[in-house]
């Protein structure tokens, strides 16, 4: 679905490891015809290599990993384009860092039942997380509040009604000239 004259918007679809993120970011990316970009990709190699080994990243560790998002979406932003980014933004201090300042970042907060996480987790193959550090994202997670651009939904729903939700809840913010 191309969109004529759309002001960028930006979505990032956070949450622990194992809730979606990458599938629903995915599938969003791709019905509304917008860039797409996989989180963990941007990771420097130390910080995968430390997450395979099973140690939990320290905010001095995702520091670099969350401004290269931020220059992602500043990149996308200067070229015109809207995009969606799979990204965990445990924290509200690194979903700061990535929108920098800028209101057009909607954060889609995935969650969920902890043991369906874990299930899913443990039968994620080929991935560099393993399902023991999930204990250390919930920890870490601090649930978006009111007052950010952001939602949350259930993953209880199919992929497919989590993506309406998604493009519903942007449909007000999208801008056409």
Not at 8 to 13: A, D, E, S, T
Not at 54 to 67: A, Q, V
């Amino acid at each position: 679905m191309t969109r004529p004259n759309v002001q960028p918007c930006f979505i990032v679809i956070m949450g622990v490891a194992g809730c979606g993120k990458s599938t629903i970011a995915k599938l969003t990316a791709d019905r509304l015809a917008w860039a797409f970009i996989e989180g963990d990709s941007l990771h420097p190699p130390i910080n995968v290599e430390k997450m395979r080994q099973g140690t939990p990243l320290n905010d001095d560790d995702r520091s670099p990993w969350l401004r290269s998002i931020a220059r992602t979406i500043k990149r996308w932003r200067k070229e015109g384009k809207s995009g969606v980014v799979a990204c965990s933004a445990l924290r509200r201090a690194y979903r700061e860092i990535i929108a920098e300042g800028q209101d057009d970042v909607l954060f889609v907060h995935l969650h969920g039942d902890p043991e369906l996480i874990a299930r899913r987790l443990a039968e994620r193959r080929g991935h560099f997380m393993p399902a023991d550090l999930l204990d250390s994202q919930i920890a870490t997670l601090e649930r978006p509040m009111p007052d950010e651009h952001a939602i949350s939904l259930d993953i209880a729903a199919s992929p497919e009604t989590l993506v309406d939700k998604v493009v519903q809840a942007i449909a007000g913010s999208i801008r056409t000239d």
